[in-house]
């Protein structure tokens, strides 16, 4: 409870500085006033209209991504599974991008979700099945980067193949990952997929705890291990599925802060899960506020998955290291 009051503390405070940052440099009592209403009209505009959806959207992909990673690593029981390594970002991606090629995200604004969700859930099973056959880490680890290989090779397909202009460029941007330019409309369209998705993987924390022991002993203790394993596999789809239709390709969330936060739970499994949300919040809020802070200085923005990509790849890489014992 502690460890959640803290990190709810930082979201907050670092949610206030996010607001503050951008092109306009407001102060926080001004921001605060225009989110209620008051102050300068084009104040109010800038809060309301182009920093608080980016805001809320950076805290809603990154609670979704930590929280998923937690729960995938305790039922693969696997320390490097995440969304991101294990395909299962990969293949939102290459769901949202067939929505796009198709043309059938200009027929409903639910078309894209719905194909980032069929992708992420086809992953997961796919993985899942995987897991059950061979549960070696190596294995798994293998299988995820072939299935995320596939899953980009037949994105570079479609961008390859598309004869549209826009259609194209809409397909970088997923794979590239930003939460810039987006609105409210985004955020309730986001919304409901990820908290109902946290919402069934939140309610698997007695299973993960069970499975520490093995799933003999889990069965024994009378936990159904075909439920938890169905809320992990539909909560991840759904969850990720959502926040890639707004949000594109971003890795290694799921992957950095469940390690980080795993030792202030004392390695429990269930008491791993909502610290990782909180955290994944605070990772890419704060990614996101260090962007646009550079931009100030740069004049351009890097995009928010190529920023994240550059702290966890050498995070893999370490933990890789340290599994392994060595190089050698």
């Known amino acids: 409870m502690r460890l959640n009051l803290i990190l709810l503390a930082i979201l907050t405070t670092l949610g206030l500085v996010s607001l503050s940052i951008g092109y306009t440099s407001i102060d926080a009592f001004s921001i605060w006033a225009a989110l209620l209403g008051m102050g300068e009209p084009s104040t109010i505009i800038i809060a309301q209209d182009f920093r608080l959806p980016r ?113 194209l460029g809409e397909i970088v941007y997923w794979l590239m990952g930003s939460v810039r330019d987006r609105s409210m409309a985004d955020v309730m369209l986001a919304s409901p997929f990820i908290m109902f998705g946290g919402a069934l993987v939140l309610t698997t924390a007695r299973g993960l705890d069970a499975l520490v022991l093995g799933e003999a002993t889990a069965h024994s203790l009378g936990v159904n291990l075909r439920s938890v394993r169905l809320r992990i596999i539909f909560g991840t789809a759904l969850a990720v599925g959502g926040a890639v239709a707004v949000a594109g390709a971003i890795g290694f969330v799921g992957l950095i802060v469940p390690h980080v936060l795993r030792p202030f739970t004392g390695y429990v499994p269930s008491k791993l899960l909502l610290p990782s949300a909180l955290g994944g919040a605070i990772l890419l809020l704060a990614a996101d506020t ?8 740069t004049g351009s923005e890097l995009y928010l998955g190529v920023f994240t990509a550059l702290i966890g790849g050498p995070f893999f890489v370490y933990l890789v290291y340290r599994i392994r014992g060595g190089l050698f």
């Open 55 to 167: 805001t809320l959207l950076a805290a809603l992909v990154g609670g979704a991504l930590g929280l998923c990673g937690a729960a995938l690593q305790g039922l693969l029981r696997n320390p490097l599974a995440e969304p991101g390594n294990i395909g299962v970002t990969s293949g939102a991606a290459l769901g949202a991008v067939i929505a796009l090629y198709f043309g059938f995200a200009a027929l409903s604004p639910w078309a894209l979700p719905a194909g980032a969700i069929l992708g992420a859930g086809a992953v997961v099973v796919l993985i899942f099945l995987l897991a059950s056959a061979d549960g070696d880490t190596t294995a798994l680890i293998l299988a995820g980067v072939a299935i995320s290989s596939i899953a980009m090779a037949l994105t570079a397909l479609a961008m390859n193949l598309s004869p549209n202009p826009w259609a």
């Open 290 to 297: 260090s962007i646009r802070a550079l931009t100030q200085v």
